[in-house]
């Protein structure tokens, strides 16, 4: 591979399937660290590890790789009971501690997320979010009053959580609460427990803190200094959480997440230079769907809730990773894909679930926004508001033509239907038209696996 750093990003509203092309790149190429740069707990990717479907919350994709070396950035928000819960999935999946410690490491200025912001979050929740407590450690972040991950270095950390639960107080009208997560096999971790009061909820977290503050502390690194001493013969791949439609300033605000999903998040996510950057030719994949979808509220101008929306769902399994909930689905947006791509400047896109469409007689991509008198949108909604108010314009495509398992089956470009060919060469002829720079749809999936890949 020519270039020593690889960025990959949501194109779209998230759940694209980053997390297959960052595994299917880890392991067909000598990918040395991966790193998380964004997001918190609310993201999800999917791996597998030895035939075992393992799903990363905060871990970066490559902790099921032999020596990979796992980076989280001071741009992650560190949902610490979060964190320990997915440590011991990890462990269920015979992915050992010991292992763990010697390929982890998470910056010291990465901000933590406690349950009582957590709570918070749950409490105040108006715009679907995944109720991991992003919003509010990131207000806190502002505020200056947030505990980050060095803090756990000394014994202090103790009264910052008190200090962190009685800031929170004040914000909060207190509710029994019920903190869940999937059982696991071997750990005697509390997947499922209820709080009465805030006090309680504290000494719990404080308990769990303190048994594991051992191993917290063994994983604690300045990564700034680290990654940028990386030598620039190693590969490197940086992990997008989240999207580009759900970037806090360039996202459907305030229908978005509380992070930068942009590529340069890689940047202030980490601290590595772009300087490093550039020496090591870095190279920007967006991750889009061959159609689109969108989990919690916001606008969604394509979005069919109607039954060709209902059976995309059901094929897709078109449920999120952390919570759960069903996606809306809907019909690929270009306009909002283009836009996508001129911020995010992408190099190579992956375009994934060109098999979930195999039902349908015919595709629609949206090519145009126009206001309710019919005239053109020029300019790209800054809003959920007036993204809602926008009207879809579409193409139409006929069906693929092909079935699922067929479609599965072919491992070259050339070999694929007319109607899929025609469909991917109109998807980079209009971003060319759109944004003035050509981009390669390189990486096809013809399938969830991850090896179902046509390299274009």
Not at 16 to 30: Q, R, S, V
Not at 205 to 222: A, C, G, M, Q, Y
Not at 320 to 336: A, E, F, S
Not at 421 to 427: A, E, L
Request: glycine share 6%; with cysteine; charged share 20%.
């Amino acid at each position: 591979m020519d270039s020593k750093a690889i960025v990959i990003l949501g194109a779209q509203y998230g759940d694209e399937a980053k997390g297959n092309l960052t595994d299917y790149i880890i392991n067909n190429n000598d990918i040395k660290y991966v790193i998380r740069f964004n997001g918190g707990a609310n993201a999800g990717h999917t791996i597998i590890h030895n035939n075992i479907t393992i799903d990363t919350h905060l871990y970066p994709s490559g902790i099921a790789t032999n020596n990979v070396i796992n980076i989280i950035g001071n741009g992650v928000l560190m949902n610490i009971m979060s964190f320990l819960w997915e440590t011991f999935h990890l462990v269920d999946k015979n992915i050992s501690m010991n292992y763990i410690i010697n390929h982890l490491i998470i910056s010291s200025r990465a901000h933590v997320t406690l349950l009582c912001q957590q709570y918070w979050d749950y409490s105040t929740n108006k715009i679907g979010t995944t109720n991991k407590g992003i919003g509010p450690t990131m207000a806190c972040k502002a505020l200056r009053v947030a505990m980050r991950m060095e803090d756990f270095l000394t014994d202090n950390y103790i009264n910052k959580i008190h200090d962190m639960y009685n800031y929170i107080r004040k914000f909060i009208i207190w509710e029994p609460y019920t903190l869940t997560f999937p059982p696991l096999e071997n750990n005697n971790f509390n997947t499922n427990i209820t709080f009465e009061t805030m006090d309680e909820m504290m000494e719990y977290e404080l308990k769990v803190i303190k048994e594991n503050i051992v191993f917290i502390r063994s994983i604690i690194v300045d990564t700034v200094s680290y990654i940028n001493n990386i030598s620039k013969n190693d590969i490197i791949l940086f992990e997008g959480a989240n999207a580009f439609g759900l970037d806090t300033d360039f996202g459907t605000y305030p229908c978005v997440t509380s992070t930068s999903c942009i590529t340069s998040a890689c940047m202030s996510g980490t601290g590595v230079s772009m300087r490093n950057l550039i020496d090591r030719n870095v190279k920007i994949i967006g991750v889009f769907k061959a159609y689109i979808t969108r989990v919690g509220s916001g606008a969604f101008p394509t979005y069919q809730n109607n039954e060709w929306g209902n059976m995309v769902q059901d094929v897709g399994k078109e449920y999120g990773v952390t919570t759960g909930r069903r996606r809306r689905c809907g019909y690929l947006d270009l306009v909002q894909l283009a836009h996508s791509s001129l911020i995010n400047c992408y190099d190579e896109l992956n375009i994934t679930k060109l098999d979930v469409l195999c039902f349908s007689d015919e595709i629609k991509v949206c090519i145009d926004y126009c206001d309710k008198d019919g005239n053109i949108i020029l300019e790209y909604p800054s809003c959920d508001k007036k993204l809602q108010d926008v009207q879809p314009i579409y193409k139409t495509f006929k069906g693929w033509g092909i079935t699922m398992n067929e479609l599965k089956n072919i491992k070259k470009f050339d070999d694929l239907p007319e109607t899929i060919k025609n469909f991917i060469i109109y998807i980079e002829n209009y971003l060319y038209a759109r944004i003035k720079y050509r981009i390669n749809i390189k990486y096809i999936n013809t399938s969830y696996s991850r090896n179902d890949k046509i390299i274009k």
